[in-house]
């Protein structure tokens, strides 16, 4: 047995043994990947459209003959079952390891935005339906079961969360983020890593730093964001996922900020990520990211110049497939471009991660790691179960004016089901999921799994209900045939329950998605206009959107006799959907973005100074969202009451403030009531928010049940960076803040003043992060 094999053995004697007898090709190897040849798509459905310039440039032999760093997507490419995909990943992991000098196995990642992204398993809801929910110990759950599904088939690392906060509804990846509020984000996304990582899964953050935040919501275009918008918007989740969730991989942005490509910031991805958080895990390129320092942000003069420059800046291993870490930086090196001891330092973070997986003990086994002839589902009951409830908590009753939620069948025994997301289960999905990601490369083949439609659930869920169905209008296009025929099922009906919104694709396949970027926010193709043709019948009218992103509703929502948002619920979106509808479930869905009014205006995020709100006679223009961050209501009713502030609401600016309030349920039934936390700094040294969530926190009551709900938030959350030219210094003022109970941030229930006292504090990478 080598030294470097002997688990008993501490981590930096077995990795200083290996790199000793490593050879440079060797070691360059490590920093790199594979994917087949025979996995990648062509033609109109694939998998990127630059997918071309990241295949691999040699067959497996050539490629693998040093070993290899990674192996990219071994289940997410083609459909293959967990036998096949298994049979696959063993023999290419038993070629690594019997074939090869060294016998180092290889890191198997894959895509798990919605879920493993492989054939047959599980679709959950989007990202921003986790956020819809609020809920972190549901999101660690489904973590921790999307990261076992990984490790039963021998997948090591997954490729989520995304932590890019949202600043632009227009942008095609909104369905894949946590939403617009970094705190939100930041919490949400650490329990996604902590779930999948205690399965023994690496996580991957992405997109380090600012891809949400491009010019004009426009998939890769450049960042022109100010050093404090980074600081205190765009970092606070990463950092969190670093520091609280010990997260062991972080994946980078493809976009530049302020003309400096993330691939290339060594400020970033070194001095901030790792010396300032204490980052101790890989730093993973997003596909072909290197290359584009060379192709598309013209920083570097060839693909070895591309390569010095990222390996300096902390990029440690190339993804999907070794280019720019190949042949040339080998010329690089040899050259003396390339100090060896930066080739050095990648390989010793890429072989600590392998040894923490347990790839290089003595007696690792390719069959035993991909769990060969163990019996796995990877949609299981358990699964779905999870699916459903996370899908449940998320649908947000955004209007219910006109009563007209639940269903009643003794009072609507005829419904009119109409629109082109009524029977058309696709559009439940994301975009990273594996039937819209993969499958459109494999025409006519199944899904592989239960994907019920909401008409196919409502029949079910209310069988004393009459629905008469008609698409109207597709998600896309200017096809208007169909509306009429909507039209007269509705006014055939007791009342129509219309179903608008996106079908997520890849790169113009679809609405919403990667690369589907939105010239504004009207809803997609005509669906406005079978909106209004149908509300125009007179026939009360529930508004269902299942999107991507969030639409502007101002124009009907008003005439809807109910209005409910869904945000990509997953395979079980339709029996969810059923259950709220029909009261079975009662909703507690909270925005982790706001609702438009205006396609146009542009409401942008709640996160605003008061120069960022509407200001009458200011601006033409009102941005005022119609549905607030936070917004969403329930069948039952709650009151809010008995605020109370610890010490007078005098607290040091190195203490804590306690909050609590009673919180009663109000109603008949029983609910799910998200009580948010926001403060207001009236008096900063620089142009704050009105209002920023510091706290949120969720309680179950029963009818005239009351529950006191309390927050301990330490003065660090009011932190912000003062000199952002200088040395990015967070502080905590002194001085008076204002408190904010509320169901949302626009519906504020009770408020106080507290005063932090004392100097101003500065703080930094060992600060509070979150409340308690």
Known sequence: MKHWNDPSLGADARVAALMAEMTPAEKLAQLGSYWSKSNVGSGDARVAP???????????????????????????????????????????????????RLGIPAIAHDECLTGFAAFGATVYPTPLAWAATFDTALVERMGAAIGRDMASVGVHQGLAPVLDVVRDYRWGRVEETLGEDPYLTGLIGTAYVRGIQSEGVVATLKHFAGHAASRGARNHAPVSIGPREMADVILPPFEMAVREGAVGSVMNTYTDQDGV??????????????????????????????????????????????????????????????????????????????????????????????????????????????????????????NRALARTVAERSVVLLANEGGALPFDPARTPEIALIGPGADDSGTFLGCYSFPNHVLPKHPGHPAGLALPSLREALTAELPDVTFTY????????????????????ARGADLALVVVGDRSGMFGNG???????????????????????????????????????????????????AVVQSFMPGEEGGPALAGILSGRTNPSGKLPVQIPAAPGAGPGTYLNPPLGRHSQGISVLDNTPLYPFGHGISYTTFGYEDL???????????????????????????????????????????ARPTQQLVAFGSVELEPGEAARVAFRVHADQTSYTKDASGDGQRVVDPGALTFMLGSSSGDIRLSAGVELTGPERRVGATRHLRHS
């Not at 070194?270 to 890989?282: A, D, I, S």
């Open 470 to 489: 008609e698409q109207g209008c597709a998600v896309s296009g200017e096809d208007a045939s169909g509306l009429p025929a909507a039209v007269r099922a």
């Open 261 to 382: 490509p993330a691939c290339a910031d060594e400020h970033l991805l070194t001095t901030v990520l790792r010396e300032q958080w204490g980052f101790e895990g890989t730093v993973v390129s997003d596909y072909g990211s290197i290359a584009f320092l060379h192709t598309m942000h013209r920083v570097a003069a060839g693909e070895g110049d591309a390569a010095r420059v990222a390996l300096r800046a902390g990029m440690d291993v190339e993804l999907p497939n070794t280019r720019c870490y190949g042949a040339p930086i080998a010329q690089e090196i040899g050259a003396g471009r390339v100090p060896p001891e930066l080739v050095d330092r990648a390989v010793e973070r890429v072989l600590r991660q392998k040894l923490a997986l347990g790839l290089l003990d003595a007696g690792y086994s390719p069959e035993d790691d991909a769990g060969t002839g163990t019996p796995v589902d990877l949609d299981s009951p358990y």
């Open 644 to 686: 109370r502030v610890a010490d007078a609401g005098r607290v040091p600016t190195d203490g804590f403030v306690d909050v609590s309030c009673l919180v009663r349920n109000t109603g008949d039934r029983p609910g799910r009531e998200t009580v948010q936390l926001y403060y207001d700094d009236p008096v900063a040294q620089v």
């Open 511 to 561: 609405t919403s998605g990667e690369g589907c970027d939105a010239p504004d926010l009207a809803l997609p193709g005509v669906q406005e206009r079978l909106v209004e043709e149908v509300l125009a019948t007179g026939v009360p009218v529930v508004l269902l959107v299942v999107s991507g992103r969030p639409y502007a509703l101002g124009a009907f929502a008003d005439r809807c006799a």
């Open 50 to 100: 630059i997918e071309e310039a990241l295949a691999a440039r040699s067959g497996e032999s050539e490629a693998l003959a040093h070993g290899i760093g990674h192996l990219t997507r071994p289940y997410g490419t083609r459909p293959l079952t967990p036998d096949e995909g298994r049979a696959e990943l063993v023999r290419v992991q038993r070629l690594l390891t019997e074939r090869t």
